[in-house]
């Protein structure tokens, strides 16, 4: 079973910037899609950005040209760097892996941006 396991949320002031990371371990056989999605109160969940294994990448409006996302393959690894944030970019971001026959998510970590 692959383990998902997101760190680096917390608190940051508008305008500032945090770093998100995500490691998966366990059984990897290959996880051809990697992302991060948020959920805010009260809100469906939305995705942020995806990359694939190959590189490619995906953002949502409400993010392109301030958050970049990031993938290290070697290390199973997928960073969200979160710049210029906002009040509206608070909630609870979660990772997301895909293989070819199964999806994966972690618990979650908080972000709040807020003075």
């Known amino acids: 079973q692959v383990q998902l396991v997101e760190s680096g949320g917390g608190l940051v002031q508008p305008g500032g910037s945090l770093r998100l990371s995500c490691a998966a371990s366990?059984?990897?056989?290959?996880?051809?899609?990697m992302g991060w999605y948020r959920q805010a109160p009260g809100k469906q969940r939305e995705l942020v950005a995806i990359?694939?294994?190959?590189?490619?990448?995906n953002y949502a409006d409400s993010v392109k040209g301030r958050f970049t996302i990031a993938r290290d393959n070697a290390k199973n690894t997928v960073y969200l760097q979160m710049n210029s944030a906002k009040p509206e970019d608070t909630a609870v971001y979660y990772c997301?892996?895909?293989?070819?026959?199964?999806?994966?998510w972690g618990k979650g970590t908080l972000v709040t941006v807020s003075s």
């Open positions: 997301n892996g895909r293989t070819p026959v199964q999806v994966y």
């Open positions: 990359i694939t294994s190959g590189g490619r990448i």
């Open positions: 366990g059984t990897i056989f290959s996880i051809d899609v």
